[in-house]
């Protein structure tokens, strides 16, 4: 109730940031684009920028760090440009504006590419747009294209435990599963409406997580499309950006609602909820690599830096510290199910804008189940009654690939 976890504040965008990635190989480093093309490099236990390049005209679409060497960062633009870029040799206190930094590859499309994903342990990656087409960094044209159709993919994803398989979310509201080693996509399903983003679990090569304009964030098994596994709730706007935790049991999302959640993979309750004064609608979340701090990047042209876990103490703790951190733990656990217990752990102070809608949300909702329920109960002899609602695989329209 009274823990503080906000760290601190990576400044010095102009406008809105639109994407954050981490460096695979380097725990310290993330880089982060924004509306004008710019992207930054930083180094976040420091909070101090490292470096800035100007990639773009336009909005950075866009940007991705290769996972085999971490020296190459891909970006695309609004400019209808595919850039390819070293990583930039600096040091951890100093600043380097890099102005007149040049990309080692530039390759002008015909489409705007609205995303990029590297392939696991490889330097090839995927770039979504108009269709889907897989690259390698020393080539300046794609060695394989997917026609998807008339509709643009907004969003790309490759699994990071298996290295063929990605997947895609359309314009027409469907989400695709591909293989790199196939021709065509291996299934397709639309879904009520559109998914903004898509998250990998890294410890389940069958698990993924959708972020959708309904308000909710679905996890599906790749191996059955019929329904989802999870319907994550809580939020109160079109949720725009997730990402998982390396430890896979937990994934952070960030909503149009100006509020960051992060969720177990396991509940369809959020456990946390992050917020500001100044903060607005968020379009990037990302975990770091230890799983201990969680970064957002708004519209207000902030990164943020919280703590994954709220109220835990970091730095070295001595053996009596430790003993009463794990003992009060313990006790929590225990007596986690009594209703004062459970009021005073699960009590979060929410913007009231939030609040309001969320309880306009849960009055829509009851709402909608005493209709049902007054259907049925009143259905004439021998006629069938109502069936109740799977909400798991209500949103799913269809699954097939015609």
Known sequence: ??????????????????????????????VTGARDGEFKLWHVST?????????HEGLLTGMSIDGKSGKSIVTTGYDKQLKVWDWPNVQKHTFHPLKDAEPIMSVALDYVPQGVSHIYDSTDFVVCGDGISLWKQERDTPYHIYDL????????????????????????????LLDSRQQVPITRFVMKLRNN?????????????????????????????DKALNVHTDHTAAVMAVDYSPTGKEFVSGS????VRIFNVESSRSREIYHGKRMQQVYSVCYTMDSKYVLSGSNEMNVRVWKSNASEQYG???KREQRSKDYNKALLNQYKHHPEIRKIA??????????NAAKEHKIIRQSQKRKADNRRANTKKGDKPEAYVNVRSDNIISNDLE
């Open 256 to 259: 149009y609602d100006r509020t």
């Open 316 to 318: 070295a703790l001595s």
């Open 197 to 225: 983003a898509i998250a990998w679990n890294p410890m389940e090569a069958f698990t993924f997580t959708t972020a959708n304009e309904d308000y909710n964030l679905y996890t599906f098994d790749i191996r059955y499309f």
């Open 346 to 355: 699960n009590h979060r102070n929410i913007p009231k804008d939030v609040y």
């Open 47 to 55: 909070l101090k920028c490292l470096a800035t390049i100007q990639a």
């Open 149 to 176: 159709g008339v509709n643009s993919v907004f969003h790309v994803k490759c699994n990071p435990v298996e290295p063929s398989i990605f997947a895609g979310t359309s314009s027409d509201r469907s989400i695709f």
């Open 1 to 30: 109730m009274f823990a503080k976890p906000f760290v601190g504040a990576l400044e010095g965008h102009n406008e809105a940031v639109t994407c954050i990635t981490k460096h695979p190989n380097y725990l310290g480093y993330i």
